[in-house]
């Protein structure tokens, strides 16, 4: 089924992107047709090898990581990166883009029944395979991703405001759900993986103690905590509640720069945020103004609403004496 041509609004998708849209429908598809059917589908979190990075891999990533590439090679794309591959796959010597993609984000989940996703990211092809991805985010020409949830949810962006599709599972067709989207500029949730706490930045700790202190503290108003461990999941909630996500780097080995990688993550998900009038970071500079130096290279990341996001820019630039006391000191941040 041709999945773009059942898109209620064609006009957002430019002309020379709808097929490879349409391929990667068409998998989203299929894809939430088998995870719809969980256990009666096979062991699909089952663990089949690790990436050269030491990441787990389960049945389902590697799944629709071949299912993705091979839709694909009909299209417009001539480079595919994929996460889950050490190199870039050259699909299409004839074609015109180069995609970056994290097949099935939040696998871990896959068992416990919990929203997992597909992130995806388009550039220009470049002279080279690699050169065509190590590049500055901001000239991405498209990025989304798919939702798998109570809803499958494509949500997109092709530099002109992001756009949100549901998948009609009457239909087999995604359809435009309402207007663009935009983040909400006020909310009271974040999301963090606390217990990391004793591994982050003093500037990261300073940020969610004040939270946390709740209406005693500088902030003077309580906030919930939120973690999914599935970043479309976390991306998702803030595209329709607000509020924000931190990722930091943090002293453990391999954590130094993050964890989030850049290319597959990190870029596409700040391009969607930006369009939805967030913002989105390292914990200091923005993330489309970064350059990824090897396709699977980690940035610390902090997305969201504006003002929370520059809040914690703000955090970083207080002196070490400040940023280092208790919170009652830290007189700048109150409300």
């Excluded at 999914?228 to 998702?236: I, N």
Aim: net charge negative; aromatic share 8%; proline share 6%.
């Amino acid at each position: 089924m041709n999945m773009v041509a059942s898109i209620s609004d064609q006009n957002v998708i430019p002309a020379d992107l709808r097929p490879v849209m349409d391929a990667i429908c068409r998998v989203g598809a299929d894809l939430s047709r088998v995870i719809a059917r969980g256990a009666l589908g096979g062991a699909l979190g089952a663990e089949v090898g690790r990436n050269t990075d030491g990441d787990d891999q389960k049945a389902l990533d590697v799944m629709a990581d071949e299912a993705f590439a091979a839709s694909l090679a009909g299209t417009p794309v001539r480079y595919y990166a994929s996460e889950e591959r050490d190199t870039v796959v050259d699909l299409n010597l004839h074609g015109r883009f180069a995609l970056a993609i994290d097949p099935l984000d939040g696998s871990s989940n896959i068992d416990v029944n919990v929203s997992i996703g597909t992130i995806f990211s388009v550039f220009p092809a470049a002279g080279d395979a690699e050169s065509s991805f190590l590049r500055p985010p901001d000239e991405q020409i498209a990025a989304g991703y798919i939702i798998y949830g109570p809803q499958t949810n494509l949500v997109v962006t092709f530099g002109d405001g992001t756009h949100s599709f549901v998948l009609d599972p009457d239909t087999n067709a995604f359809i435009r759900a309402g207007d663009p989207v935009t983040i909400p500029a006020t909310s009271r949730e974040f999301a963090i993986n606390a217990s990391n706490y004793r591994h982050w930045p003093k500037p990261i700790r300073a940020y969610i103690d004040d939270l946390i202190a709740g209406e005693e503290g500088p902030r003077g108003a309580n906030f919930n905590m939120r973690w999914v461990a599935s970043l479309v999941a976390e991306t998702h909630r803030i595209m329709t509640r607000g509020g924000v996500f931190l990722y930091p780097s943090d002293d453990r080995k391999g954590y130094e720069r993050g964890r989030l990688r850049l290319v597959y993550e990190c870029a596409p998900i700040a391009f969607l945020v930006e369009q939805a009038d967030g913002k989105a970071t390292n914990g200091q500079d923005r993330i489309l103004s970064q350059q990824a130096d090897a396709l699977h290279a980690r940035t610390p990341f902090v997305f969201g609403s504006p003002e929370k996001v520059d809040r914690i820019t703000a955090y970083h630039d207080l002196p070490e004496d400040e940023v280092s006391a208790l919170f009652g000191t830290r007189g700048l941040f109150r409300a």
